[in-house]
């Protein structure tokens, strides 16, 4: 009969991977971070703008909704809370037209309602991340216009 024998390692050497062999895994890594990595936040602070802009379109449907019960956008005074909370003047009323309230933008800022508007019939926008009116990139403003 023929016997099986394990294979094992030489004596005085033991079964694994060598410093130098880590060392260009770990140079392959930082590498690739250094590529992927600005382009991936790039994406995600895009992907706030985009979320902005949606939740505008949002807004802008439920005031549209709004306006056929009403007759009227709400005044700037009123703002976008009516389309949660009825306000007193507002016959015909058929709302909430918001299921959750009025959300916050993603930059965790009140959106801007303007009736009448300088750029559209209801001016809605954010004022981006730093929270004031201009900007470029992050910054910029977002708005239905």
Do not use: C
């Not at 299921?99 to 800022?109: A, E, L, N, R, T």
């Amino acid at each position: 009969m023929h016997k099986l024998t394990s294979k094992r390692a030489l004596p005085g050497r033991q079964a694994g991977f060598t410093l130098i062999e880590l060392l260009v895994v770990l140079v392959i890594l930082g590498l690739l971070a250094g590529l992927v990595g600005p382009n991936v936040l790039n994406a995600l602070g895009g992907a706030k703008t985009k979320t902005a802009r949606v939740q505008i379109k949002e807004l802008e449907q439920a005031l549209e909704m709004y306006k056929l019960d009403v007759g009227s956008y709400p005044s700037s005074s009123q703002g976008l809370e009516a389309l949660v909370d009825r306000p007193g003047d507002a016959d015909g009323w058929n709302g909430p037209y918001l299921k959750s309230g009025v959300p916050k933008d993603p930059w965790k800022q009140e959106f801007q309602y303007v009736y009448p508007g300088t750029r559209a019939d209801v001016d809605i926008f954010s004022l981006g991340q730093d929270g004031s009116e201009g900007g470029e990139g992050e910054d910029s403003d977002v708005g239905n216009w």
